[in-house]
């Protein structure tokens, strides 16, 4: 997988979306463990595309 290819772009942008996601619910949310996930697979996300990147 190259930078600027279209699987990367998705994968940022679900990347981004996660990130979103916990931050909000870090506020709203009074349990911190949906906090945790969120932020959780937004990390394991982004360090498998890194890992598929740095493969390729």
Known sequence: M???SKIDEI???LF???AIAAVICYFAV???????Y???AAIV???AQYVVRFIN
Do not use: A, E, I, Q
Not at 30 to 36: P, Q
């Open 16 to 18: 981004m979306l996660l």
């Open 45 to 47: 996300l982004r360090l």
């Open 38 to 40: 969120c932020g959780g």
């Open 2 to 4: 190259k930078r600027g």
């Open 11 to 13: 994968l940022t942008l």
């Open 30 to 36: 009074n349990d911190r463990s949906v906090f945790l």
